[in-house]
């Protein structure tokens, strides 16, 4: 007989048909409400397959910032791009 800890587990690990993923990116973005936020964490706390989604975005999102280096464009071709938006304007 399954015990209410293993019904729980089980439960915990389907994946999860919630439309949540969406507003998972939202807050990563940055973009997401204070409601939102809170919703979707209360959530993710509960629903194992929707945590494990979030912890692989938030790996992910963290290798790429530490593995890509960072390089600012050369001025003359800022410049050019400047002028042209200018232009249009």
Same mark, same amino acid.
């Given at each position: 007989?399954? %015990?209410?800890?293993?019904? +729980?587990?089980?439960?915990?690990?389907?994946?999860?048909?919630?439309?949540?993923?969406?507003?998972?990116?939202? =807050?990563?973005? *940055?973009?997401?409400?204070?409601?939102?936020?809170? +919703?979707? &964490? *209360?959530?993710?706390?509960?629903?194992?397959?929707?945590? %494990? %989604?979030?912890?692989?975005? &938030?790996?992910?999102?963290?290798?790429?910032?530490?593995?890509?280096?960072?390089?600012?464009?050369? %001025?003359?071709? &800022?410049? #050019? =791009?400047?002028?042209? =938006? #200018?232009?249009?304007?």
């Amino acid at each position: 007989m399954m %015990q209410e800890n293993d019904k +729980q587990e089980a439960i915990h690990s389907q994946p999860c048909n919630c439309c949540c993923i969406e507003t998972l990116y939202t =807050i990563l973005d *940055g973009e997401a409400t204070e409601e939102e936020t809170l +919703q979707i &964490v *209360g959530h993710i706390e509960k629903c194992l397959p929707c945590y %494990q %989604q979030y912890d692989l975005e &938030v790996s992910i999102r963290e290798l790429l910032k530490n593995r890509l280096e960072k390089k600012t464009p050369p %001025q003359d071709l &800022v410049d #050019a =791009i400047r002028a042209k =938006i #200018a232009m249009m304007a």
